[in-house]
């Protein structure tokens, strides 16, 4: 479950595809702010080097 939870987080910052289709969405939190391009380096941290 690991890597699929990493794999979705990449797709939906755009380094990854999903279901064979690799786009860019537009991630926002609840204050608008952009989350996009910060996702890959913090699942990376929490899914990979917590192992």
Known sequence: MTDVFYTILLGL????????????????????NQLNGEIEGYAYEYFQESE
Request: contains cysteine; charged residues 30%; proline residues 0%.
């Open 13 to 32: 910052d755009g380094c990854a595809s999903i279901g064979g289709i690799q786009e860019t969405y537009e991630l926002k939190d609840e204050n608008g």
